[in-house]
């Protein structure tokens, strides 16, 4: 397996401007986890799909940020507009197990540096 | 609520040398804990998971941690140090919160290995 996919690796953008990131979870994983990487904040969970719905969205920052999984096999994660605070690394994770399980491993992209000028 | 707290945001280690990453957890019920690591430019991967069994848990790369319920701890060891070790380091907890999985992740310890 090609383990999951994210794209594009790097981002650079300029303020306002749209950003899409897009995610490929291993396939046959139900769950699948949006992550923020910055050197402030570490790493901070932004959403949760359990079988393409969202289960917690409490991460989001706020209405700029919008995500969604149309399929099991992708997700995406936008921003609009984009601001300079927004540039980060950007992961997407998956797991495989039933949802309730508590020891589930998840499984890492190789995240998506985004910086906003 | 649970919690993980990681101490030491670096720690440096001479090659060969004993590798201690601390952790401490906290939670409301008996937890299920992870160790991540997360090498330059590249995602987490799990180094290790400790799931109520035994509690001295062997990971990958010689890694191991014990699990110790009168500390509240969970750290990470290994004996000898190689270069390629330096990373940085996650503790993770995880519990069921509404009938799904939802993990905490700590601060992170970068770990220098000095030749």
Same mark, same amino acid.
């Given at each position: 397996?090609?383990?999951v996919?994210q794209?594009?690796?790097?981002?650079?953008?300029?303020?306002?401007?749209?950003?899409?990131?897009?995610?490929?979870?291993?396939?046959?994983?139900?769950?699948?986890f949006?992550?923020?990487?910055?050197?402030?904040?570490?790493?901070?969970?932004?959403?949760?799909?359990?079988?393409?719905?969202?289960?917690?969205?409490?991460?989001?920052?706020?209405?700029?940020?919008?995500?969604?999984?149309?399929?099991?096999? %992708?997700?995406?994660?936008?921003?609009?507009?984009?601001?300079?605070?927004?540039?980060?690394?950007? %992961?997407?994770?998956?797991?495989?197990?039933?949802a *309730?399980?508590?020891?589930?491993?998840?499984?890492?992209?190789?995240?998506?540096?985004?910086?906003?000028? | 609520?649970?919690?993980?707290?990681?101490?030491?945001?670096?720690?440096?280690?001479?090659?060969? *040398?004993?590798?201690?990453?601390?952790?401490?957890?906290?939670?409301?019920?008996?937890?299920?804990?992870?160790?991540?690591?997360?090498?330059?430019?590249?995602?987490l991967?799990?180094?290790?998971?400790?799931?109520?069994?035994?509690?001295?848990?062997?990971?990958?790369?010689? %890694?191991?941690?014990?699990?110790?319920?009168?500390?509240?701890? %969970?750290?990470?060891?290994?004996?000898?140090?190689?270069?390629?070790?330096?990373?940085?380091?996650?503790?993770?907890?995880s519990?069921?919160?509404?009938?799904?999985?939802?993990?905490?992740?700590?601060?992170?310890?970068?770990?220098?290995?000095?030749?």
């Amino acid at each position: 397996d090609a383990g999951v996919i994210q794209s594009p690796r790097h981002e650079v953008t300029e303020m306002g401007q749209e950003v899409t990131l897009r995610c490929k979870p291993i396939s046959g994983h139900n769950s699948l986890f949006w992550y923020r990487q910055t050197m402030m904040r570490g790493l901070e969970l932004l959403i949760y799909f359990n079988n393409n719905v969202p289960i917690d969205d409490s991460g989001m920052p706020e209405d700029r940020f919008s995500a969604k999984m149309p399929n099991a096999s %992708f997700s995406t994660l936008k921003i609009q507009p984009s601001e300079p605070r927004d540039s980060a690394v950007y %992961f997407c994770a998956s797991s495989s197990g039933l949802a *309730a399980q508590r020891s589930d491993e998840q499984f890492f992209g190789p995240g998506t540096r985004l910086t906003v000028l | 609520a649970q919690s993980v707290t990681q101490l030491g945001s670096h720690v440096s280690v001479s090659e060969g *040398a004993l590798v201690l990453l601390r952790c401490n957890y906290s939670s409301s019920v008996p937890p299920y804990l992870f160790w991540y690591v997360q090498y330059p430019n590249q995602g987490l991967q799990l180094l290790l998971k400790y799931t109520s069994a035994a509690t001295l848990v062997k990971g990958i790369n010689g %890694f191991e941690a014990e699990f110790k319920k009168s500390e509240t701890s %969970f750290h990470l060891t290994k004996p000898s140090a190689h270069m390629s070790d330096a990373a940085e380091y996650f503790c993770a907890v995880s519990l069921r919160s509404g009938g799904y999985q939802k993990v905490t992740f700590g601060t992170g310890t970068k770990l220098q290995v000095i030749p």
